[in-house]
């Protein structure tokens, strides 16, 4: 008789020390350094070279996460990359790395709900922003990714708000700049729940209380991800982290503000989003960018962000910071990872077999680039490639090109989508564009400037590379059939990494 639980997901790492015990155990998934870093602009300088990878300027490469024991200035040590490779994602997940979006959506079928707990981890020690002294500059070490940046940032800050009307939670990660000694600006882009609890609150000129944890289980970042459709406001990503992890995620009550923070934390500031009070996020640098940004430029100072008042910080005892560097292969992790879980399922839905895979490549720093691994089956299959990639655009209005091909292509090796697109591509009949769609505000050349017709910023022109063999030419485009042999017979130790 099959097992009914055989097929769902048991993600075991409950925080983040268990996450870095396990990538201790996997070889070339982890290094740390004792030598002291600086943690503006040097510490990003660092690990741009040992394993940023995305869009990162070259020199980079996806390598293993890295721990900075000793940062100048400061007690506290930072992680960075933990999330910065699918292999340590399907390590964390206990998933096929080339499934991971599919392996994520099984989570959303065992759904469960947080559990609210008494004590936690990261209530350990309290640092209240009354106290004499408290300075948030001095208390953690935020990083800074190069020399532009505005200011100090906390790049993987999972705030928590509650709808003031309708009492649901959402849980979004946002960046935060360090602006005073208990002040942080929040940017929070345009459709963002949080931003919308918020727009709520400022309506009643009132302030808006949030918890923002740091340093928590990496399967707890990867739910917290995911977005629309799979995600529609008034759902609870957390519900999701506990339905990949098995067991529900614990929440406890914050000490200074009506609202609840992840038990497992490393860090939890609390604090209120402040009512019809802006500032400019480069206000103290004055150098007009923020920081870097997926898709590998630095981001434009914002001249008017909301401002979180710190109440307090709570920490575990010796708490680790996490960050990530911008533009790097974590934030593919972070946002292509559950785009491929949202597209899988509008596809299921809309074309139910149709589409075998979908890789949000790095290249578009997950949100830009999708390439669809397309099964035609017979003839009526052809032109539903087409359909199918309107269906992406539809369900991640973000992403910008749509790449098809056929099922002997490995979607995951660039080399042979790039052999599909010089042997299976004519661009008079194989680039079908889009123009005058949104698509995403953080891409340059979505703006007039760069095309007269984009007639506001963040117009796009939306592309599909159909690089699929027409049905009816199929047996003129089959590879070179070669002997499939046992390698290991001949080598024993060798390794099929396919």
Known sequence: MNDPTADVPRASIRDLREGIELLKQE???FVSSAVEVDPTAELAGVYKKVGAGGTVTRPTRVGPAMLFENVKGYDIPVIVGVLASRRRIATFLGADEKQLGRHMLRAMKHAKAPLIVDEAPCQEQIHLASDPGFDIRTLLPAPT??????GPYFCMA???????????????IHRLCVQDKDELSVFMQTGRHIGFMYEKYEAMDKPMPITISMGISPVEYMAISFEPPSTPYGFDE????????????ELVKAKTV??????SAEIVIEGEILPKRRVAEDQHSGTGFAMPEFPGYDGVANPALPVV???AVTTRTDPILQTLVGPGEEHVSLAGIPTEGSLTQALD?????LVKNVYAHPAGGGKYVGILQVHKRDHNDQGRERQAAIVAFGAFPEMKHIILVDDDVDIFDTDDVLWAMTTRFQAERSVIPIPGVRCHPLDPSAD??????????GISTKVIFDCTVPWELRDKFIRAPFMDVDVSRFLPDWTDTA
């Open 349 to 353: 839905d809309a074309l139910p077999g």
């Open 145 to 150: 990714n190069t020399p532009e940046d505005s």
């Open 27 to 29: 070889p070339g998934q």
């Open 158 to 172: 999972v705030l928590r708000g509650t709808d003031p009307e309708t009492g649901k939670h959402d849980v979004t």
């Open 258 to 263: 009506e609202e609840y923070a992840l038990a």
């Open 309 to 311: 008042k710190v109440k």
């Open 238 to 249: 957390l519900e999701f982290a506990g339905g990949l992890k098995g067991a529900p995620v």
């Open 448 to 457: 007039p400037q760069f095309l007269w017709t984009n007639f506001d910023h």
